[in-house]
């Protein structure tokens, strides 16, 4: 199987700051990577797929970067509505599709 | 509105089935492989498995840790995919979410959940 490590598993941040996630592979996935955006009591929301192309309708404050076995998430002004549990997900083995432990991001 | 919403969760004892659906609307389902996934309390997203469409043959995938006892269908008819779950027990307890797989071709084809659910509950106690 193919292992999906983020760090950090949990940051404080201010809203108006910039944040990065990482995302790290256990072998190379090429830039079959999508980050996930997870709210309590809500449906997970696609925010980048392909490791860097931003979903139709995600603010652009939202990017990706990276391929083979090193990802990050960027927020570059984080807004009040950011603050939620960031999940990357590897779609390079289609049949064993893995989750990062996730990310959650609050409020200092 | 594209979307999908799950339902048929509750409490049900541990050895005992429960069927969940996954109601389509907005898009044509039957082009679409359709995944199951799920959040145990305190965990992570897990991915349970995925039923291709049936321009690619309708075949199903596993996660091992559910495989041989959840079975995944379709009923294009109805847009409704179905999560099958035999033999639960107590770590099956999660909040069960369906999603539509989507793909892109840019140097390859690269796939993405695009339409999540808000998800089911299951719970597995005795």
């Known amino acids: 199987d193919i292992q999906m490590t983020q760090s950090p598993s949990s940051l404080s941040a201010s809203v108006g700051d910039r944040v990065t996630i990482t995302c790290r592979a256990s072998?190379?996935?090429?830039?079959?990577l999508n980050w996930y955006q997870h709210q309590p009591g809500k449906a997970p929301k696609l925010l980048i797929y392909a490791a860097s192309t931003l979903q139709s309708g995600v603010p652009s404050r939202f990017s990706g970067s990276g391929s083979g076995t090193d990802f990050t998430l960027t927020i570059s002004s984080l807004q009040p509505e950011d603050f939620a549990t960031y999940y990357c997900?590897?779609?390079?083995?289609?049949?064993?599709?893995?989750f990062g432990q996730g990310t959650k991001l609050g409020i200092k | 509105e594209v979307q999908v919403v799950e339902s048929g969760g509750g409490l049900v004892q541990p050895g005992r089935s429960l069927r969940l659906s996954c109601t389509s609307s907005g898009f044509t389902f039957g082009a679409y492989s359709m995944n199951w996934f799920r959040q145990a309390p305190g965990k992570g997203l897990e991915w349970v498995g995925f039923?291709?469409?049936?321009?690619?043959?309708?075949?199903?995938e596993y996660a091992a840790s559910v495989n041989g006892r959840f079975t995944i269908s379709r009923d294009d008819s109805k847009s409704i995919a179905y999560l099958q779950m035999n033999n639960l027990r107590t770590e099956d307890t999660a909040v069960y979410y369906c999603a539509r797989e989507n793909s892109q071709l840019l140097r390859f084809y690269y796939y993405y959940m695009d339409v999540w659910g808000k998800g089911t509950t299951v719970t597995v106690s005795s």
């Open positions: 997900q590897q779609t390079y083995i289609t049949s064993l599709y893995t």
């Open positions: 039923i291709r469409s049936k321009a690619y043959s309708g075949t199903t």
């Open positions: 072998q190379s996935i090429s830039s079959c």
